[in-house]
Nanobody, 125 residues
Framework: QVQLVESGGGLVQAGGSLRLSCAASGRTFSSYAMAWFRQAPGKQREFAASIIWSGGNTYYANSVKGRFTISRDNAKNTVDLQMNSLKPEDTAVYYC??????????????????WGQGTQVTVSS
């Protein structure tokens, strides 16, 4: 069973950058698709970005495409989210998630069954 712990959240001004990191425990990490989701106050949790088990395919929500980059290091059991050109509407709790079932690309935006505890990102205007 994989367990996930996020870090790297904080307060940043609009236009700034943050890098989130998710550390995973468990020897089967490399076989999981991984993703970042986010939940803003008063809103439902939404998909942000995903990466397949090999790192070969990534997929992004339109709202973050071109600004966020997801990456993984299977040797270190980590998945990162580099967030650039941040906007106040990016303010949310960001969650790392793992999916046991196979997905290829745009089908990797749902079906996650292991979640971290979340890290707060606040973007001031």
């Amino acid at each position: 069973q994989v367990q996930l712990v996020e870090s790297g959240g904080g307060l940043v001004q609009a236009g700034g950058s943050l890098r989130l990191s998710c550390a995973a425990s468990g020897r089967t990490f490399s076989s999981y698709a991984m993703a970042w989701f986010r939940q803003a106050p008063g809103k439902q949790r939404e998909f942000a970005a995903s990466i397949i088990w090999s790192g070969g395919n990534t997929y992004y929500a339109n709202s973050v495409k071109g600004r966020f980059t997801i990456s993984r290091d299977n040797a270190k059991n980590t998945v990162d989210l580099q967030m650039n050109s941040l906007k106040p509407e990016d303010t949310a709790v960001y969650y790392c998630a793992a999916r046991r079932s196979y997905c290829r690309a745009d089908d990797c935006n749902a079906g996650y069954d292991i979640w971290g505890q979340g890290t707060q990102v606040t973007v001031s205007s």
